[in-house]
C-alpha cells in the first residue's frame, strides 16, 4: 500500500516517461532549505572556517592572524599533544574491539529469544541513551578506591590492592575504556540483533543438514552474513572513541588527571580553545583538522580492509 | 568612638540590613543609645550608599552579575541583591550564577560572545585586563580606591592601573572534629603547632587499613601547593608580577612537596588523591565525620554550622620546622565590564557590592574572611570565637602573584604535579619539569 502510494506520487512528479520536469529541481531544492541553509550556516561555514583558522593564531577578541603552519608544527612538537593523541588511539584500541566483541556476544545471547530477553535488551540498551554527565558521575563512584564497586569487590576477594583506577598512572585510563564499553555495548547489540534477525534461517538449516555443529554454523553462516553489520559497528565506534571527551571531562572534573593520563584528543582541543586563559582557537582548529585526519585514514584503512572479510549479498 | 558604642551601632546597622528597617527608624534607635549624629551619618552612608548615588536611572536598564560561590554564598548575594534592588527599583539585576570549576571556562565563551556580565566578581584579574574587557578604576573612578593599600589592590593592578578590589581573604585554616580528638584521646591542635605535630595527629586520628580506610586523619586541597613552598620560604617566581622564570624548582620545594605527598601514599592519613581536588570534595567527609582534621577557608563554615552533632574548631596553619607559619591572603573581588552598556548602573552595582554593608552582611552571613580592616575588628565578625583565628592567620598571608599568565601557569604545573600526589614520581624528579613548563608559558606570553 505504501509502496503503490509513493509510486503514485513519483509519477505524478516524473514525466509520463520517467524523466523529472523542467523545475522539478527547484521545487526539491525549496524542501531541502529548511534543512539546508542551518547545515550550512552551522556546519558547512563552521568547518571551512576551521580550515582557514588553523593556519591562524586567534584569541577570540583581537582579529585573526596568519601564521602560516605554525599551529601544525608546534602540535607535532607539542609533548602533551603526543600524549593525548596515544592515549586517544589507546582508548579506541581498547573500547572499539571489546564492545564490538560484548555486543555480538550479548546479541547472539538475545537472539535466542529466551523468556525476559526484553527486559534484558532495554537494560542493555540504557546506558547507551542515560544522560553522560549522570552516568560518569556514578562512574566516579564505581572506581572510587575507597568505597568504590569495583574496588571493595576486589577487596572482599581477596585482593589487597585493588587498581587506585583515577588515582593511578596505569589503570586511569582502563577505567574509561570500561566505561566506554559499558556505554558502547547497548548500541553495538541492538545493532548486531538486526543484522542477526536478518540472517536467512534456510541457510542455517542447510548448514544443519550438511552437519554442521553449532560453532560451525556460526563461523561459516551466521558470521558472513552479519559482516556488513560488524564492519558499521566497527567503523562508527571507531569514530566515536576518536572524538572521547566528555566522561572523561566529567569524571576527572575537567582536570583529566593524574598529568593528563585521561586527557584525550578533544580534550586538548577543548582546553586550548576555552580553558586556557588565552583563547588559541588557532590551534584548536589544527587539532580537529589532525583529528579528522586521523579519523579519515582509520576509517580509508577499515574501507581498504574490509573488502577482504565483508561479504555483501 | 568607644568600643561598645561601636559594637551597637554594628549590632543595629546589621539589624537594618536583615528586617528593612526604616531610614528614621535607624536615626531613633541609634540616637537612643547614645551614638553620635556624624557616626549616626556615616552609618547611613555605608548601608545606603552615598547620597549622590540615590540619584535613580531615569529609566528601568536591566544589567547583570556574574559569581561564582557556595549556595550559602548565593543566598547572602540574594539578599543583598534585593537590598539593592529596592534602593535602585531602575535597575534591574540580573544574577549568574557558575560554579568555580566552570567559571573561567563560561567567561571565556561569554569574552567571545562579546556577552560578559556588567559586574563581575574575579579572581586572575590581569589576565583579563589584558584582553581589555575590564574596566579601569583607576582612570575613571579613582576616588573609590582611596580606602586601599597598594597590596590590597595588587591582585587587581595590571600595567599601571587598577581593574576592581577585592572582597574578601583566601584565607585557610585547619577545621578539626574535636569529637574525633576526644575518641583517639588526642589533644587539640595548638597555635604554633608544626607539620611533624599535623602528621603524628593525623596517623593517631585514622582509623583502618589502606584501602579500607573508616576515617581519615588529614585532607588537603592539593591545588594548593603554592602555599606548601611559601611555607617551607620557597617563592614561586622571580617576580610576582613581572616574572621571568619560576624559582620553585630547589631541595626546600621538593621536599615541602614530599611532605604533603607522603602523608597520602606513605602515611595513608588523607583520603585518594582524586578526593583531595578541591575543598567541595573535603568538605563532606569532615561533615560526615569520617575525617579529624581538613584544610580549608571561610566558605566551609556555614556548612559545618548547619551540621548537626559536628563539633568543630579551627587551629591556623601549621609551620614546617625551621620556618614561621605562613598564610594565603588576597582573593576574589569586584569588577566592572568595559563594554557594558549600562556603565553608570554597573558602577552603582558595583559601589553597592564594594561599599561596608555588603561586607558586613557577608562576614555576617559567615561566608568569608572579610579585608576590610573595620569589619574585621568588628563586635559582629569576632563574635565568633573561630573568626579570631581567621584574623590572626589573614595577617600572614603571602602574596599571590599576579600576571597576565599566572592562570596557565598554575594549571601546567599543577598538571604537572599530580604524579607526586598519587605517587607515581617523587617531588625532586617532578618539579624540573614543572619549572621549566612554568618558563615555557611564561616566556610564550612575555
Do not use: C
Request: neutral net charge; without cysteine; charged residues 15%.
Amino acid at each position: 500500500m505504501i509502496r503503490s502510494g509513493l509510486r503514485r506520487v513519483t509519477q505524478r512528479l516524473a514525466g509520463k516517461d520517467g524523466s523529472y520536469r523542467r523545475g522539478d529541481g527547484r521545487v526539491a531544492i525549496l524542501f531541502l532549505l529548511p534543512d539546508l541553509i542551518p547545515f550550512v550556516a552551522f556546519t558547512v561555514f563552521g568547518v571551512l572556517a576551521t580550515f582557514g583558522l588553523s593556519f591562524a593564531r586567534w584569541d577570540l577578541i583581537t582579529s585573526p592572524r596568519w601564521v602560516g603552519f605554525d599551529n601544525y608544527s608546534y602540535l607535532i612538537s607539542d609533548d602533551l599533544f603526543r600524549k593525548v593523541v596515544a592515549n586517544t588511539f589507546y582508548y579506541a584500541l581498547g573500547v572499539v574491539p571489546l564492545s564490538t566483541l560484548l555486543g555480538l556476544l550479548v546479541a547472539l545471547g538475545l537472539n535466542l529469544k529466551l523468556p525476559g530477553a526484553l527486559v534484558l535488551r532495554t537494560a542493555y540498551f540504557a546506558p547507551y541513551i542515560t544522560t553522560l554527565a549522570a552516568s560518569a558521575l556514578i562512574f566516579q563512584w564505581v572506581f572510587d578506591p575507597r568505597a568504590g564497586l569495583i574496588d571493595s569487590i576486589l577487596y572482599a576477594v581477596g585482593v589487597a590492592n585493588p587498581p587506585g583506577w583515577l588515582n593511578s598512572t596505569t589503570w586511569a585510563l582502563p577505567a574509561l575504556i570500561i566505561f566506554g564499553i559499558w556505554r558502547q555495548i547497548g548500541f553495538n547489540i541492538v545493532l548486531f540483533l538486526a543484522g542477526l534477525q536478518g540472517v536467512d534461517r534456510s541457510l542455517l538449516e542447510a548448514a544443519e543438514v550438511d552437519g554442521a555443529g553449532t560453532w560451525a554454523s556460526f563461523r561459516h553462516v551466521t558470521l558472513p552474513l552479519i559482516s556488513p553489520t560488524t564492519f558499521f559497528v566497527v567503523v562508527i565506534s571507531t569514530i566515536g572513541a576518536f572524538q572521547v571527551f566528555d566522561q572523561a571531562y566529567v569524571m576527572t572534573g575537567g582536570q583529566f588527571y593524574p598529568d593528563n593520563d585521561t586527557n584525550t584528543i578533544v580534550g586538548y582541543l577543548f582546553q586550548k580553545a576555552f580553558v586556557s586563559s588565552t583563547a588559541q582557537l588557532g590551534l584548536s582548529s589544527a587539532v580537529a583538522w589532525l583529528l579528522f585526519l586521523f579519523v579519515f585514514a582509520v576509517t580509508m584503512v577499515q574501507f581498504a580492509v574490509q573488502r577482504r572479510w565483508v561479504y555483501y549479498d | 568612638m568607644p568600643d561598645q558604642l561601636e559594637r551597637n551601632l554594628d549590632t543595629l546597622a546589621l539589624e537594618a540590613t536583615s528586617a528593612r528597617m526604616s531610614r528614621l527608624t535607624f536615626m531613633k534607635r541609634a540616637l537612643a543609645l547614645g551614638i553620635t549624629v556624624p557616626a549616626i551619618v556615616s552609618a547611613l552612608e555605608s548601608l545606603e550608599g552615598p547620597a549622590s548615588a540615590h540619584a535613580a536611572e531615569s529609566s528601568p536598564v536591566q544589567i547583570t552579575f556574574s559569581s561564582w560561590g557556595s549556595l550559602d554564598e548565593q543566598v547572602t548575594v540574594n539578599q543583598l541583591l534585593t537590598i539593592f534592588q529596592q534602593r535602585f527599583p531602575n535597575i534591574q539585576v540580573q544574577p549568574r550564577y557558575t560554579d568555580f570549576t566552570d567559571y573561567f571556562t563560561k567567561l571565556n565563551a561569554d569574552v567571545a560572545a562579546k556577552s560578559i556580565s556588567d559586574v563581575l566578581f574575579l579572581t586572575y584579574v590581569p589576565t583579563y585586563a589584558a584582553k581589555g574587557i575590564l574596566l579601569d578604576l583607576h582612570h575613571t573612578h579613582p576616588q573609590v580606591l582611596s580606602g586601599y593599600t597598594t597590596d590590597e589592590l595588587f591582585l587587581f593592578s595590571y600595567s599601571g592601573g587598577v581593574y576592581g578590589v577585592p572582597r574578601d581573604n583566601d584565607t585557610k585554616v585547619i577545621f578539626y572534629n574535636r569529637k574525633l580528638f576526644n575518641a583517639a584521646g588526642v589533644a587539640y591542635p595548638k597555635e604554633g603547632w608544626s607539620y611533624d605535630d599535623l602528621r603524628t595527629a593525623a596517623k593517631a586520628l585514622t582509623k583502618g587499613t589502606a584501602p579500607r580506610i573508616s576515617q581519615y586523619g588529614y585532607a588537603y586541597e592539593s591545588d594548593f601547593w603554592r602555599l606548601w613552598l611559601w611555607q617551607n620560604g620557597v617563592e614561586l617566581f622571580d617576580s610576582d608580577a613581572t616574572p621571568t622564570k619560576a624559582t620553585f624548582n630547589t631541595p626546600a620545594g621538593a621536599q615541602a612537596l614530599q611532605f604533603m605527598a607522603d602523608l597520602t601514599n606513605v602515611d595513608k592519613v588523607t583520603p585518594p588523591p582524586t578526593q583531595l581536588a578541591s575543598s567541595a570534595t573535603i568538605a563532606p567527609l569532615f561533615a560526615s565525620g569520617q575525617l579529624a582534621m581538613a584544610f580549608g577557608n571561610h566558605a566551609l563554615v556555614p556548612t559545618f554550622v548547619k551540621t548537626p552533632g559536628l563539633d568543630w574548631f579551627v587551629v591556623g596553619m601549621p609551620h614546617f620546622s625551621g620556618h614561621k607559619a605562613v598564610n594565603a591572603s588576597g582573593g576574589a573581588g569586584y569588577t566592572i565590564s568595559k563594554q557594558s552598556s549600562q556603565p553608570a548602573a554597573a558602577f552603582q552595582l558595583w559601589s553597592f557590592m564594594t561599599g561596608l554593608l555588603a561586607t558586613q552582611t557577608f562576614a555576617a552571613g559567615n561566608d568569608v574572611t572579610p579585608l576590610n580592616p573595620q569589619v574585621l575588628k568588628s563586635q559582629a565578625w569576632l563574635g565568633k570565637p573561630y573568626n579570631k583565628i581567621f584574623a590572626e592567620q589573614s595577617l600572614i598571608g603571602h602574596r599571590f602573584p599576579s600576571f597576565a599568565a599566572a592562570g596557565d601557569v598554575f594549571n601546567v604545573v599543577g598538571s604537572d604535579l599530580e604524579n607526586v600526589w598519587i605517587g607515581a614520581e617523587t617531588a625532586a624528579a617532578a618539579l624540573p619539569k614543572a619549572a621549566a613548563d612554568a618558563d615555557k608559558v611564561i616566556k610564550a606570553n612575555a
